[in-house]
């Protein structure tokens, strides 16, 4: 793609107290051009790329929809938070357009949960057909590695929160806090950006040596 790109996975959205239903959507833009896909968008066996026209400040928009199509929250990464080549996996905080005065903790704030690589139109002149297919299967696989292993974190945290509650409901122990013992663990594949738009924190990204600039 001339003038560069980003290659994008939405993973997972999360709403406290709202059930997105058994389809959600979302719809991934940059500039005019726009991406709509299921979440987590690995459903549709294939990456989303958005080119950056040779945008000098492309920004990715992500917005979130429940399965009845109602707007849950929208996602803003500037590109120039991302590190050309390296793949990005981090949970975002969405804006989901409520002006409330308090800051919401972590737990009760509405995120996305997204995998994204840039790549530079540098980088994108000097690839081969070849190359870039390869990249895109990396990409790929990549996601439906995190997707795999946030799923089975789910299952350990469901597991273990009904284990839990068996050895308090057979054994009550004065010591013991239901809140520490049964709360599901907040998936921590990344680091956590607590607004909308920043760039991530204390995010884990990925080099991929194989396809160094």
Not at 6 to 32: A, F, K, N, R, S
Not at 137 to 145: E, S
Not at 156 to 167: D, F, R, T
Request: aromatic share 6%; net charge negative; proline share 10%.
């Amino acid at each position: 793609m001339e003038g560069g790109y980003v290659l994008v996975h939405v993973l997972e959205t999360v709403v406290p107290g709202t059930d997105l239903g058994d389809e959600p959507v979302c719809e991934i833009t940059i500039g005019d051009s726009a991406v709509q896909c299921p979440v987590p968008s690995t459903l549709q066996s294939d990456n989303v790329a958005l080119p950056t026209c040779g945008d000098p400040e492309p920004v990715v928009h992500v917005r979130a929809f429940s399965s009845q199509r109602q707007d849950v929250g929208l996602v803003v990464v500037p590109v120039s938070t991302l590190v050309p080549l390296e793949v990005w996996n981090v949970w975002y905080a969405m804006d989901d357009g409520l002006d409330e005065a308090e800051e919401k903790p972590p737990e009760e704030t509405p995120k996305m949960h997204l995998l994204l690589q840039y790549v530079s139109p540098e980088a994108a002149a000097q690839e081969s057909a070849q190359l870039r297919e390869m990249r895109s299967q990396d990409f790929l696989l990549r996601a439906l590695q995190q997707l795999n292993a946030s799923l089975e974190a789910k299952v350990l945290g469901h597991q273990g929160g009904v284990q839990q509650s068996a050895v308090h409901s057979a054994a009550p122990s004065p010591s013991y806090s239901a809140a520490s013992g049964l709360a599901p663990p907040l998936p921590s594949l990344t680091g956590y950006s607590p607004a909308a738009g920043t760039s991530p924190t204390a995010a884990v990204s990925y080099p991929n040596p194989g396809f160094g600039a």
